[in-house]
T-cell receptor, first 113, second 111 residues
């Protein structure tokens, strides 16, 4: 059974804190993604990575950074959390080429107070 | 820039009725995906459509793809309450197999 696992289901952090969201996949996928989901806006891509140590900005990268030191792990970092980063964060992975069906983690609901 | 538009954004329907959700996208792509999301849960893959004219069916749901019209439809036949969820379509973006998602269609099936 394929698995994408996010480290936390729920997080509450204070404004200004540095926040780490972790995602691990066991499918040996090349590509990994971080999305945030907000009501009425669908899923918006924050960053993605197509290989170890390789990353590209998505549509809304401001206020975020990422790290991919190992193929199976992709971390999202909020350098200084702000209340407008309160959201649901979803990690996904896909293989390269052919069918690029994405597999999603269970999501992390982050609240910044 | 690739844009993906779904409509309707909210759909309330009676059990037993049929309805169609539409997904339009703005650039050429021959790969489209449909996902389902239950409240508080993550996204679950429903259909992968990989070519023009592709049609896939699973139970009461049928998805089709017209790449020339840049349109995919998700047809619901004889809706049941268990189909209540949010449905997303997504299209392959640029390099890196980046998926671009629509805003989602919230479906509520009333008994």
């Amino acid at each position: 059974d394929v698995k994408v696992t996010q480290s936390s289901r729920y997080l509450v952090k204070r404004t200004g804190e540095k926040v780490f969201l972790e995602c691990v996949q066991d499918m040996d996928h090349e590509n990994m993604f971080w999305y945030r989901q907000d009501p009425g806006l669908g899923l918006r891509l924050i960053y993605f990575s197509y290989d170890v140590k390789m990353k590209e900005k998505g549509d809304i990268p401001e206020g975020y950074s990422v790290s991919r030191e190992k193929k199976e792990r992709f971390s999202l970092i909020l350098e200084s959390a702000s209340t407008n980063q309160t959201s649901m964060y979803l990690c996904a992975s896909t293989n390269s080429g052919g069918d690029t069906e994405a597999f999603f983690g269970q999501g992390t609901r982050l609240t910044v107070v | 820039e690739l844009k993906v538009e779904q409509n309707p954004l909210f759909l309330s329907m009676q059990e037993g009725k049929n309805y169609t959700i539409y997904c339009n996208y703005s650039t050429t792509s021959d790969r489209l995906y449909w996902y389902r999301q239950d409240p508080g849960k993550s996204l679950e893959s429903l259909f992968v459509l990989l070519s023009n004219g592709a049609v896939k069916q699973e139970g009461r749901l049928m998805a089709s793809l017209d790449t020339k019209a840049r349109l995919s439809t998700l047809h619901i036949t004889a809706a049941v309450h268990d189909l209540s969820a949010t449905y997303f379509c997504a299209v392959d973006g640029e390099y890196g197999n980046k998926l671009v998602f629509g805003a989602g269609t919230i479906l509520r099936v009333k008994s």
